[in-house]
C-alpha cells in the first residue's frame, strides 16, 4: 500500500518524443506536486494542484503539460523532449499545507 | 524571497561520531522549514519540520534541529552517526503565501565511515 507512486519509474527514449508520467497517490490529500530535480541534485518545483484546479505554475516549459484527473491523480506529459530534460521527476501531495509525502521518482533520460 | 542555503556539499563523519549539517534561511516572514533526506534511488522522506512553538525539534533517527532566528539557522544534529545514515539531506522553507511551496537548500551528501 504505496502512499505516492509514480510509473514509470525509469523512462529512456529520443529527443523529440513525447511521454508521460502517472502519479496516484492514496492518501487523500487534497494537492499534488511535481518536482524536478536535476543532475546535480538541486529539487524545484514545477507545478501544484489542489482539488484538481491548478495554483502554482513555475516558470517551465509550455512542452511540460501536467493534467489531474482527480484528487488522487497528477500526471506530466512532455512533448518534444529535450536533452535538458533528463532528470528525475518527483510527484508529492499533502493536504493542504501539511507535511508533503514524495513518490520514488522517475528518472527520465532522454538521447 | 525566500531561499536556502547549505554549507557543505559534502560531509563525512565517522560512525559514532556528531553529524553537523547545516542551513540558512533567508525569510521576510516566519519561515516554516523541514529536513528531507534521500536514500539512493529513493525519494525524499521527512526528517522533521518546524512551524511554531518549540525551536528545538525531533526527528526521526535519532535526529534534531534548533529554530535560531538570530542566526536564521536551521541546523540538523545528531549525536552519533551510523552507517545507515548516509543520504543526500536537504533543508527547504515554505514560501508564505506561496500555496505550501517548498523551496530547497541544494543538498548535503553525508558520508559515514567506520
Known amino acids: 500500500d504505496t502512499a505516492v507512486s509514480q510509473t514509470p519509474k525509469y523512462l529512456v527514449t529520443q529527443m523529440g518524443n513525447d511521454k508521460s508520467i502517472k502519479c496516484e497517490q492514496n492518501l487523500g490529500h487534497d494537492t499534488m506536486y511535481w518536482y524536478k530535480q536535476d543532475s546535480k541534485k538541486f529539487l524545484k518545483i514545477m507545478f501544484s494542484?489542489?482539488?484538481?484546479?491548478?495554483?502554482i505554475n513555475e516558470t517551465v516549459p509550455n512542452r511540460f503539460s501536467p493534467k489531474s484527473p482527480d484528487k488522487a491523480h497528477l500526471n506530466l506529459h512532455i512533448n518534444s523532449l529535450e536533452l535538458g530534460d533528463s532528470a528525475v521527476y518527483f510527484c508529492?501531495?499533502?493536504?493542504?499545507?501539511?507535511?508533503?509525502?514524495f513518490g520514488p521518482g522517475t528518472r527520465l533520460t532522454v538521447l | 524571497a525566500q531561499s536556502v542555503t547549505q554549507l557543505g556539499s559534502h560531509v563525512s563523519v565517522s560512525e559514532g561520531a556528531l553529524v553537523l549539517l547545516r542551513c540558512n534561511y533567508s525569510?521576510?516572514?516566519?519561515?516554516?522549514l523541514f529536513w528531507y533526506v534521500q536514500y539512493p534511488n529513493q525519494g525524499l522522506q521527512l526528517l522533521l519540520k518546524y512551524t511554531t512553538g518549540a525551536t528545538l525539534v525531533k526527528g526521526i533517527n535519532g535526529f534534531e534541529a534548533e529554530f535560531k532566528k538570530s542566526e536564521t539557522s536551521f541546523h540538523l544534529t545528531k549525536p552519533s552517526a551510523h552507517m545507515s545514515d548516509a543520504a543526500e539531506y536537504f533543508c527547504?522553507?515554505?514560501?508564505?503565501?506561496?500555496?505550501?511551496?517548498?523551496?530547497f537548500g541544494a543538498g548535503t551528501r553525508l558520508a559515514v565511515h567506520p
Open positions: 527547504a522553507v515554505i514560501v508564505s503565501g506561496g500555496y505550501n511551496k517548498l523551496i
Open positions: 525569510s521576510s516572514v516566519p519561515p516554516y
Open positions: 494542484y489542489n482539488n484538481k484546479e491548478l495554483i
Open positions: 508529492a501531495s499533502s493536504q493542504g499545507w501539511n507535511e508533503q509525502f
